[in-house]
């Protein structure tokens, strides 16, 4: 069975960082490229963040320089540190997982499973 399990989600002061991980079932995390994607309410899912599985990695514009996205192989791990946050940071965050796309791809629907989410809140 495939899980995706995110944790490390919170409440946060503007300008504090805050890490995420997602822990994978080995079958997904071996042969999937990996991404972070959030929603804030009344907004459409968006990319935050992806990883494939040599390494490569993409954020979005709104992150770069603030977020990394890394993973641990042999903890089948993936995280996010987040630095630098902003109260328009604050979302749902979800990590996602691809058997489709070999190579970074920044789309929801390229992406076959989903954990649960985890809550960002970024206080002004």
């Known amino acids: 069975q495939v899980q995706l399990v995110e944790s490390g989600g919170g409440l946060v002061q503007a300008g504090g960082s805050l890490r995420l991980s997602c822990a994978a079932s080995?079958?997904?995390?071996?042969?999937?490229?990996m991404g972070w994607f959030r929603q804030a309410p009344g907004k459409e899912r968006e990319f935050v963040a992806a990883?494939?599985?040599?390494?490569?990695?993409d954020y979005a514009d709104s992150v770069k320089g603030r977020f990394t996205i890394s993973r641990d192989n042999a903890k089948n791990v993936l995280y996010l540190q987040m630095n630098s946050l902003q109260p328009e940071d604050t979302a749902v965050y979800y990590c996602?997982?691809?058997?489709?796309?070999?190579?970074?791809?920044?789309?929801?629907?390229?992406?076959?499973?989903w954990g649960q989410g985890t809550q960002v809140t970024v206080s002004s």
């Open positions: 990883l494939t599985r040599i390494g490569r990695t």
């Open positions: 080995v079958r997904t995390f071996s042969g999937s490229a």
């Open positions: 996602a997982a691809t058997t489709r796309v070999v190579g970074v791809t920044t789309r929801p629907l390229d992406y076959n499973y």
